[in-house]
């Protein structure tokens, strides 16, 4: 069963722009993470936020949650080629993440 | 050098025939995850195990089947009744369960013909 939705499914930018993404879920939640995957690799954790945290920052990373709207986003700041990559948030409960289908992001040069 | 590790990268089958996964961690983990990826998707959940001995199905388990007999390995076997194997599949593991960040393997792309 799928719960994050990311929106947009596809993103496209230049380098030194900022890319946000956004998730929304249906149910109520432990936390809310956001992966990075590669073309072809595994998943790499970028950030875990709990559901009584508003806003979390990580380097060039800010994510946010408004479990009101339960809705998340995620903020890349000053975007490199090497952002380039699918970001797919999980919602967490008491026993396994659910994750979304994704965000296609490109950082054009 | 901690971490997990998927073997093979690249595995092909004939259809008909069953295959295994393999899927081990040096973290010291307690939870370990399959999940299967299809192109251009996000991941679903064949199947979970919190503890050695135990696991539970996920939301696709149909046609899979794992095992659980040591802690550091939770290896996957898709079986023929699997209806379309061909997939990326990912193993992961965390310290505990839903509450904690995931450690992803490299994944095993599986072509069945």
């Known amino acids: 069963s799928q719960q994050g939705e990311e929106d947009p499914q596809a993103l496209s930018i230049q380098e030194g722009e900022n890319a946000t993404m956004n998730c929304s879920y249906k149910?109520?939640?432990?936390?809310l993470q956001w992966y990075r995957q590669n073309s072809g690799r595994g998943l790499v954790h970028l950030i875990l936020i709990r559901s009584n945290e508003r806003e979390k920052h990580s380097g060039r990373l800010r994510v946010t949650l408004d479990t009101s709207k339960k809705s998340s986003s995620l903020l890349i700041t000053a975007s490199r080629a090497a952002d380039t990559a699918s970001y797919f948030c999980?919602?967490?409960?008491?026993?396994?993440?659910?994750f979304g289908q994704g965000t296609r992001l490109t950082i054009n040069p | 050098d901690g971490g997990i590790t998927q073997s093979p990268k690249y595995l092909f089958r004939k259809e008909g025939q069953n295959v295994t996964l393999s899927c081990e961690q040096n973290?010291?983990?307690?939870?370990m995850y399959w999940y299967r990826q299809d192109p251009g998707q996000g991941l679903r959940l064949i199947y979970y195990?919190?503890?050695?001995?135990?696991?539970q199905k996920g939301d696709i388990a149909e046609g899979y089947s794992v095992s659980r007999e040591k802690k550091e390995s939770f290896p996957l076997t898709v079986t023929s009744a699997q209806k379309n194997p061909t997939a990326f599949y990912l193993c992961?593991?965390?310290?505990?369960?839903?509450?904690?960040?995931?450690?992803f393997g490299p994944g095993t792309r599986l072509t069945v013909t």
């Open positions: 973290l010291n983990h307690d939870a």
């Open positions: 992961a593991s965390s310290p505990r369960t839903g509450l904690d960040e995931q450690y």
């Open positions: 195990s919190q503890i050695v001995n135990d696991f």
């Open positions: 149910t109520s939640i432990n936390n």
């Open positions: 999980a919602t967490g409960g008491a026993q396994k993440l659910v």
